[in-house]
């Protein structure tokens, strides 16, 4: 039953339902049987009409029928093969709760709370098979088989798809009749809101992107402009007011009597900077990801219009002025503190997170193309290019780790005052990890999490290294090596569910004093070291990029298994990523949007190059230059030519 065991597999990924066989007379290496009744138990819930019709369209093709009861045994003929029949008896469960009649486990709950695709789990095989002089030739057989699996491994990913686009949809949220966005969650089973029913510019993103993808262009245009709105808004928390530039960490649309009238109504954007944020901080990667989605939006929708308006001008050039503000930092890199992007709790990376920088580089290609030539933006256009060739530099050369490097660190000298020093920093070799030395493959590396003075943070952070390679921060050669990487430790940083915010997590006394005895960010959850699906489509932009769509797609295909019928959680616990977090929501709109945009994607992957930035051929020129020369050559005083007698 080697094959049987094969084709239970392949099932038992793809589709909804509960299939049963009993063995037949085939020998050990037979498939399905050419008449085997396959029955399906499924729970009649939103997007099973199109599963049960898109398979019953497919499977005609190969010569099946899907049936509903009382359908009979009725067997449909092909030519050309002995292939009998396939039949699909489908039966409603009476169970208000999403409960199987069979072992009462929880299928998944849209918004009206009844399931639509049960979990993959699910499934028992059993095949009643008949005697028949002549059967199967080995190759009728296994095509035969290969087409059914295949057939329904493509109609329950797309079951899956129109389950995640009711459940975006049904998150929307609208301001004055128009759609504005997205809430960050939409989990009815939750006793407690907090802000998941706001909508985030960081969560908003993948959201906007798919719906860009789908040719919806309305509700993305609209956030672009409400938010810049939200932008000149007054900002204070204890008497003190950030830049002019901040974006809104999120916003809610509240329903306010109108003055003097109570019998109306009126629509109010009612946004947060940050100061009623858990920890007060603010968002730094908000006007970051508010940039990339303008040009994405430009890019996708062919409207230029909307990123040469002038306050959309105004708001870019504000963003970039905040950012690029001078400072004590020595540094080109952006120094922030704690919990200022998607890791939003204190984890220890304040300082000069890698996520933060990649996003501030990609900001800058992006704010770079769209901003209007004009002489009241030269200053701001040179800033701007002095600091991508730093900003640039300073990553490839001293964020880049890999066995070579790895080796180097270790034979550091310490101490060291020279302005030729090789160990620039002061960075202990004593600091190398045990962990760090069995997780760095002979092929491969990535860039590290944080770069301060006698400190590395040498923990992998999963979306600043992939939007290194999406925004071209790091080299060609880098960006191979980190898929590189993660192919190699797809164990460590992927498991059972994508994907691994950082590897390793934090634990014990480092837990403690890292995190200040954080009971959401306990090791192996949340933010230190939790699974989270949104992370997809990131990982799917940068695979398509590097021309290696196929661990995108291994990815895709794994969180398929689950993702559905766990109710598309934010994220998962554990090392393997096998529990649903312990305060994870439910329903969460970036777990969605981002499975839609990574299967859009893989379907279409020319539309990536809406969030890809290419490599800039000065700045190859410019870095290639600083690499041969002498950085230090020229320091000090000019020589002067003339001579003085004194």
């Known amino acids: 039953m080697v094959a049987s065991k094969a084709v239970l597999q392949v099932f038992s990924r793809a589709s909804p339902c509960v299939y049963s066989y009993d063995r037949g007379i085939y020998s050990s290496n037979s498939v399905l049987s050419p008449k085997s009744n396959v029955i399906c138990i499924k729970n009649k819930g939103i997007g099973y009409t199109k599963w049960h019709n898109g398979l019953q369209n497919r499977l005609s093709v190969y ?46 709950l849209p918004v009206n709370g009844k399931s639509s695709v049960p979990r993959s789990q699910d499934f028992e095989f059993t095949q009643q098979s008949k005697n028949e002089n002549g059967g199967f030739a080995s190759n009728d057989k296994s095509e035969a088989s290969g ?44 006793s407690t809101i907090l802000n ?26 609209n956030f ?33 009597p109108l003055d003097g009238d109570d019998s109306a109504t009126e629509d109010v954007l009612d946004p947060d900077f940050g100061e009623a944020a858990i920890g007060r901080v603010a968002p730094v990667d908000s006007g970051l990801w508010w940039i990339i989605l303008l040009r994405a939006y430009g890019k996708c929708s062919g409207d230029l219009s909307v990123q040469e308006r002038v306050d959309v001008q105004t708001g870019i050039k504000m963003i970039l002025k905040l950012c690029l503000a001078d400072g004590f930092d020595m540094f080109p890199t952006l120094l922030v503190t704690d919990g200022s992007c998607m890791i939003d709790r204190r984890m220890g990376i304040h300082g000069h997170p890698l996520e933060i920088q990649a996003l501030f580089y990609s900001a800058l290609l992006c704010g770079r193309e769209m901003l209007a030539q004009e002489d009241g933006s030269a200053d701001l256009m ?43 920093f002061n960075i202990y070799p004593d600091q190398i990890p045990p962990w760090l030395v069995q997780f760095m493959p002979d092929r491969g590396g990535y860039l590290i ?82 699974s989270w699906p949104t992370l997809l489509w990131q990982l799917t932009v940068a695979c398509i990029k590097m021309n290696r769509p196929e661990i995108a797609e291994k990815a895709v295909k794994l969180a398929e298994r689950r993702i559905s019928g766990d109710k598309w959680p ?3 616990d554990t090392k393997q990523g096998r529990f649903i977090g312990k305060q994870s929501r439910l329903f969460q709109t970036w777990s969605i949007a981002g499975y839609l945009v990574a299967k859009l994607l893989l379907a279409n992957p020319n539309a990536a190059k809406i969030l890809v930035n290419e490599e800039d051929s000065e700045l190859v020129n410019t870095f290639s230059s600083m690499i041969s020369a002498n950085p230090r050559r020229n320091r000090g005083r000019k020589v002067l030519k003339r001579s003085f007698i004194v």
């Open 63 to 108: 010569g099946f029928r899907c049936g509903e009861p009382g359908d009979g045994d009725s067997h449909g003929k092909t030519s050309g093969n002995r292939l009998k029949f396939f039949i699909c008896k489908c039966r409603g469960v009476e169970s208000t709760g999403g409960l199987t009649a069979d072992d009462g486990r929880r299928t998944s």
């Open 147 to 190: 087409a059914i699996i295949d057939t329904i491994d493509k109609a329950y990913s797309t079951s899956i798809e129109e389950e995640a686009w009711d459940l975006l949809r049904a998150s929307m949220v609208y301001y004055c009749g128009n759609p504005i966005g997205t809430i960050a969650a939409n989990d009815l089973s939750s």
């Open 196 to 221: 998941y029913d706001q909508v985030f510019i960081r969560d908003f993103i993948p959201s906007g992107i798919a719906f860009l993808l789908k040719g919806e262009y309305d509700i993305v245009r």
């Open 224 to 256: 672009i402009l409400h938010t810049l709105q939200l932008q000149s808004w007054e900002k204070t928390m204890d008497c003190y007011s950030p830049g002019q530039g901040l974006m809104p960490a999120s916003f809610k649309v509240r329903t306010v």
């Open 382 to 424: 040179r800033a701007l290019n002095n600091r991508l060739v730093a900003l640039s530099f300073h990553i490839r050369e001293y964020y880049w780790i890999d066995m070579k490097k790895l080796n180097e660190i270790y034979r550091y000298k310490t101490e060291e005052y020279s302005y030729d020093a090789v160990n620039k």
């Open 449 to 530: 999490g944080n770069l301060q003075p006698a400190h590395m943070e040498f923990r992998f952070f999963s979306l600043g290294n992939l939007w290194s390679i999406v925004s071209c921060l790091a080299t060609l050669d880098q960006s191979h090596a980190i898929l590189d990487l993660i192919e190699a430790k797809w164990a460590e940083l992927v498991a059972d569910m994508p994907f691994k915010i950082c590897y390793p997590a934090l634990e014990g006394q480092e837990w403690r004093i890292i995190t200040g005895s954080d009971p959401k960010n306990t090791p192996w959850s949340y933010h230190n070291g939790g």
């Open 570 to 572: 934010e994220y998962y």
